[in-house]
């Protein structure tokens, strides 16, 4: 019997699979710092106390996808074409989800209700990135190679689902809360949709990589059908509910380097 613990591992232990890997996580990445660094750009004049927060985020982001990067390399490995079907930003974009890149590459002022639509659908992603670098954080927390960014990334996904909850709430606050509740309900049933998606076809790709036989596959696949109905049927709430967190002002300092402190080459 195989864990989710093993499966990684086994994705980890191999150099083509690694690769894969790094590279659909830089390319998440990437294309949220570019987004975020867009949205930081636009923010309305009756915002711009978020714009640096924004910016932290897609600096943030933009440092991720160097670490993937960076990993690589240590393993004299180069980054890969993402295949169209495992690429999670692009087709939640597709899917209408968040703000449209042909409206973030004009030069013209987002309004509120852009920013509104910007927030809860970045609440409901970072929700489940958090809880997937939990996961890494919990296997792999301590691994010689990866633990350090594993351990890095994690927490600035915690800052950053901690920040979405707190400037929903403040714009809740301001009127928007009927939107923020029925925009976050949207953008998390497409979600979950994508992410089952994207789940299978890497799966897919991995199993062709690693030579998984079938049962093996068929196995996988079948967890990933059922978190999907877990979410469907009621497992989506906890990507749409909102509460103060704990950690205030989460992106209002100065973004982390790469080591989690002070500049680290082997990151950067």
Sequence with gaps: MFSAKSVFQEILDNDESFRLFCSVAASGEAQGGWENGRIAA???????????????????????????NALLRRRGLEPMEVPRETDYTMLLEARGIGLAHDKLRRDEPLTEHDIVIYLAHSRVTEQ?????MTMLRRYFGDHPDLGRAVRLIADDEDS??????????????????RTIQRTLRESALVEMEVYRDVSLA???????????????????????HALYGYERL?????MVALRMPERRNALGGPAKTASGAPEAPEFV
């Design 128 to 132: 489940r990135a958090s809880a997937q």
């Design 234 to 238: 009621g497992g989506w709430r906890r």
């Design 160 to 177: 950053h689902l901690a920040y979405c909850h707190e400037e929903l709430l403040r714009l809740a606050a301001d009127g928007y809360g």
């Design 42 to 68: 636009l923010v309305p004049e009756s915002r711009r106390d978020l714009a640096s927060k924004i910016a932290r985020h897609g600096a943030d982001e933009d440092k991720h996808g160097r670490i993937f």
């Design 202 to 224: 890497v799966m897919a790709h991995m199993g062709r990589l690693l030579g998984w036989p079938k049962p093996k596959s068929a196995l996988l696949a079948a967890g990933i």
